[in-house]
């Protein structure tokens, strides 16, 4: 391991179904440098000590939702989780409750698939206006920050709900089932109420508050999941 | 073998584009190296343009004057129908979008929002706060998941595979299990983005290696006009996240270290509203000249915008200052420098999305059609994305239906063995190079040599390091650990894709001898329309790329001097 004034400890969970009965920590000693981020550090010891490591990444900038992992103690993205805030000692996991595919890259098709409960996909009445459709600037408000879910997996894997129940949906899926109830252009209400609240629906979620910790990008999904309890049962009324 | 009559490669937003119309005719999959919502068209911001006058002060455009600003910003070297076909579909394309559910921020009486951009002559690019690329992306991938096209995610393309000018598949790693397989299609979109991270300084994501370009290049497609590289005015300093267009659309300025408004002295009417490659340039000027900060970077400075209007229309970039560079714009300045932001060179294809390739089709950041020419603006590639991910959609579906499969699995089964051996190599090498020196290398050499201002002496010694890290490649160390998820293995496929590349940028650099939009030559500073009112061309061979030069069509607006 090289010297430096500077240095961090990182463990690193690994693990390589094929060969490796259980997972193990590897440490790194990783100079650290202003501004040095988790996904930095992962680089570093990628190009420096251990160029098997297998991680995810992309934009780098906390938009493509690559690089959630379990980071002392929590769910963050690598890439905006500053070095300098989280001590000297630092360990790094892949995202708990998701199968682990190889050191901290996990298989996100769970996370995907209960998406999918929730038709996660916009539906508007046909004929569609010939131009756009007309929305009041705060109605679009109304869709404000739910829409900035990058389905980083972050929340899904904080719930406890989401571990038990394999029919839960999960925090994400149901931001996402919000952003289209909330949407005044979206006509499928009927049916989203249905999948949104039935039983293994939004009546699980135990207002743990876990979903909202852990994501990076400061949404609030039990905030969503309260109203769609209001508005489920609205709906679900009128039927 | 695995089937297909169409294949998609690229999950971003010209991809997603091209499956909602081509699975109207055809089987068809996309095939990414990411899950398509990481792709880099979440990272744009801005918006996208389109003559809608859905507000009073842009009440008198039309197409015509996007076809004209978007022709002037290319500095005369966009081809004049293409841009024509860009600007008529924009609105309906965009509409399309808003009729999917993308969350369009909104005018008071409901319509889409819309904001200035650099280059127009009006208020014109379409926005959702400064998140349209993420917002439109994800709105596509819901419709291409209620469509239900087959997507494999984490698949690295490594080759395309073709008989004599017709395409028959490709070859792809499977990233999570490290198998090569091959895919047989009757026709095959490329749409894999930009090649940004050949820059050290880029806005880019990492995935931005080119991966398109080179599999068309190595199937002897041209690549056109690489020499054309655009370097955003504002990336964050040091990391170069990119700090939208839009925050001096809403009324940003950029200033020097004496707090002086510079753009006065480059662009008196237009001022921070110049396009991207005048603004570039000014503000590396100002940083050359003794006049930046630190020797580094000058500030945007958006505090006089207000709290409101900071929260309302840039809060992702708001989120990007406090997270990246630690501070908050609504009472500090933002440090920005020019860094590496698009490619406007690419696969070479036509106004169809045609390549000389039969079956073989190309859209968004990776074709040239060219509708950006010499410099694109702000706005303008989302656009060409929807525009021509539709188009590109549309004809390989509709070639891939009027084709049937033929009995030629053996030139499949060649390939897909030739890549075997490739990849054999790679984990068996006993060289003692290592690849990410080499890349890093690589990406310093670019920025150094063929970045913003370029002279020929420098883009020749380019050219002869880059021989020499090509030669340095054949001597890799071996490939280290597991066949799942292997980074060391995707990085040099990466590698090999972006020497390959950066080699044709140089080449086509050292061409070019005059100077035009992005591309600038110290050595022949004035554009030069007798020689070089043309597209470059270049093709593999075995001793570096071959260049030759195509036709640029003009239809109704004949060359005259850029002044903003």
């Given at each position: 391991?090289?010297?430096?004034?500077?240095?961090?400890?990182?463990?690193?969970?690994?693990?390589?179904?094929?060969?490796?009965?259980?997972?193990?920590?590897?440490?790194?000693?990783?100079?650290?440098?202003?501004?040095?981020?988790?996904?930095?550090?992962?680089?570093?010891?990628?190009?420096?000590?251990?160029?098997?490591?297998?991680?995810?990444?992309?934009?780098?900038?906390?938009?493509?939702?690559?690089?959630?992992?379990?980071?002392?103690?929590?769910?963050?993205?690598?890439?905006?989780?500053?070095?300098?805030?989280?001590?000297?000692?630092?360990?790094?996991?892949?995202?708990?409750?998701?199968?682990?595919?190889?050191?901290?890259?996990?298989?996100?098709?769970?996370?995907?698939?209960?998406?999918?409960?929730?038709?996660?996909?916009?539906?508007?009445?046909?004929?569609?206006?010939?131009?756009?459709?007309?929305?009041?600037?705060?109605?679009?408000?109304?869709?404000?920050?739910?829409?900035?879910?990058?389905?980083?997996?972050?929340?899904?894997?904080?719930?406890?709900?989401?571990?038990?129940?394999?029919?839960?949906?999960?925090?994400?899926?149901?931001?996402?089932?919000?952003?289209?109830?909330?949407?005044?252009?979206?006509?499928?209400?009927?049916?989203?109420?249905?999948?949104?609240?039935?039983?293994?629906?939004?009546?699980?979620?135990?207002?743990?508050?876990?979903?909202?910790?852990?994501?990076?990008?400061?949404?609030?999904?039990?905030?969503?999941?309260?109203?769609?309890?209001?508005?489920?049962?609205?709906?679900?009324?009128?039927? | 073998?695995?089937?297909?009559?169409?294949?998609?490669?690229?999950?971003?937003?010209?991809?997603?584009?091209?499956?909602?119309?081509?699975?109207?005719?055809?089987?068809?999959?996309?095939?990414?190296?990411?899950?398509?919502?990481?792709?880099?068209?979440?990272?744009?911001?801005?918006?996208?343009?389109?003559?809608?006058?859905?507000?009073?002060?842009?009440?008198?455009?039309?197409?015509?004057?996007?076809t004209?600003?978007t022709i002037?910003?290319s500095?005369?070297l966009a081809d004049q129908d293409a841009v024509e076909v860009m600007t008529k579909e924009?609105?309906?394309?965009?509409?399309?979008?808003?009729?999917?559910?993308?969350?369009?921020?909104?005018?008071?009486?409901?319509?889409?929002?819309?904001?200035?951009?650099?280059?127009?002559?009006?208020?014109?690019?379409?926005?959702?706060?400064?998140?349209?690329?993420?917002?439109?992306?994800?709105?596509?991938?819901?419709?291409?998941?209620?469509?239900?096209?087959?997507?494999?995610?984490?698949?690295?393309?490594?080759?395309?595979?073709?008989?004599?000018?017709?395409?028959?598949?490709?070859?792809?790693?499977?990233?999570?299990?490290?198998?090569?397989?091959?895919?047989?299609?009757?026709?095959?979109?490329?749409?894999?983005?930009?090649?940004?991270?050949?820059?050290?300084?880029?806005?880019?994501?990492?995935?931005?290696?080119?991966?398109?370009?080179?599999?068309?290049?190595?199937?002897?497609?041209?690549?056109?006009?690489?020499?054309?590289?655009?370097?955003?005015?504002?990336?964050?300093?040091?990391?170069?996240?990119?700090?939208?267009?839009?925050?001096?659309?809403?009324?940003?300025?950029?200033?020097?270290?004496?707090?002086?408004?510079?753009?006065?002295?480059?662009?008196?009417?237009?001022?921070?509203?110049?396009?991207?490659?005048?603004?570039?340039?000014?503000?590396?000027?100002?940083?050359?000249?003794?006049?930046?900060?630190?020797?580094?970077?000058?500030?945007?400075?958006?505090?006089?915008?207000?709290?409101?209007?900071?929260?309302?229309?840039?809060?992702?970039?708001?989120?990007?200052?406090?997270?990246?560079?630690?501070?908050?714009?609504?009472?500090?300045?933002?440090?920005?420098?020019?860094?590496?932001?698009?490619?406007?060179?690419?696969?070479?294809c036509n106004s169809k999305c045609?390549?000389?390739?039969?079956?073989?089709?190309?859209?968004?950041?990776?074709a040239c059609i060219s509708v950006h020419g010499?410099?694109?603006?702000?706005?303008?590639?989302?656009?060409d994305?929807?525009v021509f991910?539709?188009i590109?959609?549309?004809?390989?579906?509709?070639?891939?239906?009027?084709?049937?499969?033929?009995?030629?699995?053996?030139?499949?089964?060649?390939?897909?063995?030739?890549?075997?051996?490739?990849?054999?190599?790679?984990?068996?090498?006993?060289?003692?190079?290592?690849?990410?020196?080499?890349?890093?290398?690589?990406?310093?050499?670019?920025?150094?040599?063929?970045?913003?201002?370029?002279?020929?002496?420098?883009?020749?010694?380019?050219?002869?390091?880059?021989?020499?890290?090509?030669?340095?490649?054949?001597?890799?160390?071996?490939?280290?650990?597991?066949?799942?998820?292997?980074?060391?293995?995707?990085?040099?496929?990466?590698?090999?894709?972006?020497?390959?590349?950066?080699?044709?940028?140089?080449?086509?650099?050292?061409?070019?001898?005059?100077?035009?939009?992005?591309?600038?030559?110290?050595?022949?500073?004035?554009?030069?329309?007798?020689?070089?009112?043309?597209h470059?061309?270049?093709?593999?061979?075995?001793?570096?790329?071959?260049?030759?030069?195509?036709?640029v069509k003009?239809t109704?607006?004949?060359?005259?001097?850029?002044?903003?």
């Amino acid at each position: 391991m090289k010297s430096q004034a500077k240095t961090v400890r990182l463990s690193i969970l690994r693990f390589d179904p094929k060969t490796d009965s259980e997972p193990h920590y590897d440490i790194f000693e990783v100079p650290t440098k202003p501004g040095m981020r988790v996904l930095d550090a992962l680089f570093y010891i990628l190009e420096n000590y251990d160029r098997s490591l297998a991680f995810r990444y992309s934009c780098r900038s906390a938009v493509c939702g690559s690089d959630a992992m379990f980071i002392n103690g929590r769910q963050r993205l690598a890439c905006n989780t500053q070095i300098s805030k989280l001590g000297k000692e630092i360990t790094v996991g892949p995202l708990p409750h998701l199968p682990v595919i190889r050191d901290l890259v996990v298989d996100l098709h769970p996370f995907f698939h209960r998406m999918d409960m929730v038709k996660p996909y916009f539906e508007a009445r046909e004929p569609f206006p010939e131009k756009e459709f007309i929305q009041a600037p705060k109605d679009r408000e109304a869709l404000d920050v739910a829409i900035d879910c990058i389905d980083c997996a972050a929340c899904f894997s904080a719930c406890p709900i989401t571990w038990t129940d394999p029919a839960y949906p999960g925090p994400a899926a149901f931001v996402k089932g919000y952003r289209f109830i909330a949407d005044t252009r979206d006509s499928d209400k009927a049916s989203r109420a249905n999948l949104l609240g039935c039983e293994d629906g939004v009546w699980r979620c135990h207002t743990i508050f876990n979903c909202a910790d852990a994501c990076p990008k400061s949404i609030n999904p039990t905030y969503f999941i309260q109203y769609l309890k209001r508005k489920t049962t609205r709906l679900s009324a009128k039927l | 073998m695995i089937s297909h009559d169409v294949i998609i490669v690229g999950g971003g937003l010209a991809g997603l584009r091209a499956a909602i119309d081509s699975s109207k005719y055809a089987d068809t999959a996309i095939i990414s190296r990411v899950h398509p919502l990481r792709s880099h068209t979440g990272a744009a911001q801005g918006g996208i343009n389109a003559a809608l006058a859905n507000i009073e002060a842009n009440r008198d455009d039309n197409w015509e004057k996007h076809t004209y600003d978007t022709i002037k910003g290319s500095d005369f070297l966009a081809d004049q129908d293409a841009v024509e076909v860009m600007t008529k579909e924009g609105p309906e394309r965009i509409i399309e979008m808003e009729h999917w559910g993308c969350p369009f921020s909104r005018t008071d009486d409901g319509k889409i929002a819309q904001r200035p951009f650099g280059g127009a002559g009006y208020p014109r690019t379409c926005y959702a706060a400064d998140k349209t690329g993420h917002y439109l992306l994800v709105t596509a991938y819901e419709q291409v998941l209620k469509r239900k096209v087959k997507v494999y995610e984490e698949w690295f393309v490594t080759s395309l595979i073709a008989d004599g000018d017709l395409i028959k598949g490709l070859v792809a790693l499977d990233m999570l299990t490290g198998e090569l397989e091959a895919f047989r299609a009757k026709a095959v979109v490329l749409a894999t983005g930009g090649a940004g991270w050949i820059y050290a300084k880029s806005t880019n994501s990492m995935i931005n290696t080119g991966s398109g370009m080179d599999l068309a290049y190595r199937v002897s497609v041209a690549l056109k006009d690489m020499e054309f590289v655009q370097f955003h005015p504002t990336a964050l300093y040091p990391t170069c996240i990119l700090i939208t267009e839009g925050a001096r659309g809403e009324g940003g300025y950029l200033v020097n270290s004496q707090g002086e408004r510079f753009m006065q002295r480059y662009a008196p009417k237009a001022m921070e509203l110049a396009p991207r490659d005048i603004v570039s340039r000014s503000i590396q000027k100002e940083i050359n000249e003794g006049r930046g900060i630190n020797n580094a970077y000058v500030h945007l400075d958006v505090r006089h915008l207000g709290r409101q209007k900071i929260l309302s229309r840039l809060p992702g970039i708001r989120d990007i200052a406090m997270e990246f560079a630690g501070i908050d714009p609504i009472d500090k300045l933002i440090p920005i420098q020019p860094a590496q932001h698009y490619t406007m060179g690419g696969v070479d294809c036509n106004s169809k999305c045609e390549t000389k390739i039969k079956g073989l089709y190309a859209a968004g950041e990776c074709a040239c059609i060219s509708v950006h020419g010499a410099n694109r603006l702000g706005g303008n590639s989302l656009l060409d994305t929807v525009v021509f991910g539709k188009i590109a959609g549309e004809q390989a579906g509709q070639f891939a239906e009027s084709s049937s499969w033929d009995g030629t699995d053996n030139i499949i089964q060649d390939a897909l063995d030739a890549k075997r051996d490739h990849i054999q190599r790679l984990f068996r090498g006993s060289g003692d190079e290592d690849p990410s020196v080499l890349r890093e290398e690589m990406r310093a050499l670019m920025v150094e040599k063929a970045f913003m201002f370029r002279n020929g002496e420098q883009l020749k010694e380019a050219l002869v390091r880059l021989k020499d890290l090509k030669i340095r490649l054949a001597r890799l160390r071996q490939v280290a650990g597991s066949r799942i998820y292997n980074l060391d293995l995707i990085r040099t496929l990466e590698l090999e894709e972006m020497l390959e590349l950066s080699e044709v940028i140089v080449a086509s650099a050292l061409n070019r001898e005059e100077s035009r939009g992005s591309h600038v030559r110290l050595d022949f500073p004035k554009r030069d329309d007798a020689r070089f009112l043309k597209h470059t061309l270049a093709y593999r061979t075995s001793d570096g790329p071959r260049i030759e030069f195509s036709e640029v069509k003009i239809t109704r607006y004949q060359p005259e001097e850029r002044k903003y």
